[in-house]
């Protein structure tokens, strides 16, 4: 059996740079189906300071930043409007979390001559990695209770450069909203 790392943590392996593929995260959402998405207009990130999760990976200025920066131009772009006063129509906020993953992937050994091929005992090899998910919550200022989540799951490139990392949280941000309001 052989190991095979194709992650390794890193300081700047921020969230969600997915490998190259068709389907780069897996989307989900939900929602609070007595809640009224209709006339939304403004919004507001959730007031207070933003709670570590203890991960340095993480807990960074670097992916608070780029995040933020991904939900107000994805909410701009649906035609929402970041409020400059009073109570706005909804509050958002975000969380990110990452942990380690390990496939294993079986392929038989082909042995043969003379055009014929046989397969014989297989070799394993055992993939590690690392899984990020950013999690979307929509909030009602008045219950101050989620009433709409979205997140994108995706695996993570420790070695992808700052602009491919924020390009990779755009894309999923851009996913994750598509979704919202709910229809």
């Given at each position: 059996?052989?190991?095979?790392?194709?992650?390794?943590?890193?300081?700047?392996?921020?969230?969600?740079?997915?490998?190259?593929?068709?389907?780069?995260?897996?989307?989900?959402?939900?929602?609070?189906?007595?809640?009224?998405?209709?006339?939304?207009?403004?919004?507001?990130?959730?007031?207070?300071?933003?709670?570590?999760?203890?991960?340095?990976?993480?807990?960074?200025?670097?992916?608070?930043?780029?995040?933020?920066n991904a939900v107000d131009r994805e909410l701009a772009t649906k035609g929402y409007a970041k409020a400059s006063s009073g109570t706005?129509?909804?509050?958002?906020?975000?969380?990110?979390?990452?942990?380690?993953?390990?496939?294993?992937?079986?392929?038989?050994?082909?042995?043969?001559?003379?055009?014929?091929?046989?397969?014989?005992?297989?070799?394993t090899y055992t993939y590690h990695y690392d899984e990020g998910t950013l999690l979307v919550d929509v909030i009602?200022?008045?219950?101050?209770?989620?009433?709409?989540?979205?997140?994108?799951?995706?695996?993570?490139?420790?070695?992808?450069?700052?602009?491919?990392?924020?390009?990779?949280?755009?894309?999923?941000?851009?996913?994750?909203?598509?979704?919202?309001?709910?229809?």
């Open positions: 059996m052989r190991g095979i790392r194709l992650a390794r943590p890193a300081a700047c392996a921020l969230v969600l740079v997915a490998l190259a593929g068709c389907s780069q995260f897996t989307v989900r959402s939900d929602y609070d189906r007595a809640a009224s998405f209709t006339g939304l207009r403004t919004y507001d990130w959730q007031p207070g300071p933003k709670r570590d999760i203890g991960d340095p990976r993480i807990d960074s200025r670097l992916l608070d930043s780029s995040v933020r706005p129509d909804f509050l958002v906020d975000y969380r990110a979390v990452e942990k380690g993953k390990s496939d294993m992937v079986s392929m038989p050994r082909w042995y043969g001559s003379a055009g014929v091929f046989v397969t014989g005992p297989s070799d009602d200022p008045k219950t101050m209770q989620p009433v709409w989540r979205g997140s994108a799951t995706g695996i993570i490139d420790p070695t992808a450069r700052p602009e491919k990392r924020d390009q990779r949280i755009n894309q999923a941000i851009q996913q994750i909203l598509k979704k919202f309001p709910p229809r």
